[in-house]
């Protein structure tokens, strides 16, 4: 069965700084799809970026970009310039490929907060 | 299109009590899922729906779990002889299937609490 791993409970940055949220995953599939899933204090999960296993390519959207490592099965997170908004738990998540195994198994989540 | 939304957003009953919870979702999604999530911890899933199909069924849906999606468009999940470890945040999401990394759609989800 596939795991995912977040092994900080909680983080602190300062506004406009960088942070990076760890994750590893576990599994033996070789396709499957990857996710970071932001949950503010209204606790309305939000999708914030996914990744394909069988994409090299780092996935970006704005100031929140990945390093996809599939080898040693990484998938961080990094926000750049960081803001106020961005406080909020942060969920990593994994999916096997198309037709195979369609829930999405959640992390326990990184706690990030932002000081201003 | 409004999203998804669950109803009621609380629910505090008494140990024995059923319980059911409402989901809505988008109006074209055809997938459907329940989560559970407690205190400090990830969502873990429950089961999931394609149109009026349930696909699959966590182990953790026990006996008193059901969930239905009787038309394909709205679900309903009740648990019937409550218990306190019963008490998380109940999540519904929702999304159109199509190659695997489409994007989930949650709800604010239901919180309940078992006294």
């Known amino acids: 069965a596939q795991t995912v791993t977040q092994s900080q409970p909680e983080m602190s940055v300062q506004e406009a700084e960088t942070v990076t949220l760890s994750c590893t995953y576990d599994?033996?599939?070789?396709?499957?799809?990857l996710f970071w899933y932001k949950q503010p204090p209204s606790r309305q999960m939000i999708l914030v970026i996914r990744?394909?296993?069988?994409?090299?390519q780092n996935a970006t959207e704005n100031r929140f970009s990945v390093n996809f490592q599939k080898a040693a099965k990484s998938f961080s997170l990094k926000i750049s310039d960081s803001q106020l908004g961005d406080a909020a738990m942060y969920f990593c998540?994994?999916?096997?490929?198309?037709?195979?195994?369609?829930?999405?198994?959640f992390g326990k989540g990184t706690r990030l907060h932002i000081l201003p | 299109d409004t999203g998804v939304s669950q109803d009621p957003r609380h629910k505090i009953t008494k140990r024995g009590q059923n319980v059911t919870f409402r989901c809505d979702p988008i109006?074209?999604?055809?997938?459907l899922y329940w989560y559970r999530q407690t205190l400090g911890q990830g969502p873990e899933f429950l089961t999931y729906?394609?149109?009026?199909?349930?696909?699959?069924k966590s182990r953790l849906l026990s006996d008193r779990f059901s969930a239905e999606r009787p038309k394909g468009s709205f679900s309903t999940l009740e648990i019937q002889r409550t218990e306190q470890g019963d008490s998380a945040m109940y999540l519904c999401?929702?999304?159109?299937?199509?190659?695997?990394?489409?994007?989930?759609?949650f709800g604010s989800g239901t919180q309940l609490s078992v006294l």
């Open positions: 599994t033996s599939e070789s396709d499957y799809y």
């Open positions: 729906f394609q149109n009026e199909a349930q696909l699959e």
């Open positions: 109006s074209e999604h055809n997938r």
């Open positions: 998540a994994y999916r096997s490929y198309w037709g195979r195994d369609d829930k999405i198994i």
């Open positions: 990744q394909e296993a069988y994409k090299q």
């Open positions: 999401a929702s999304s159109l299937a199509s190659q695997g990394n489409e994007k989930l759609f």
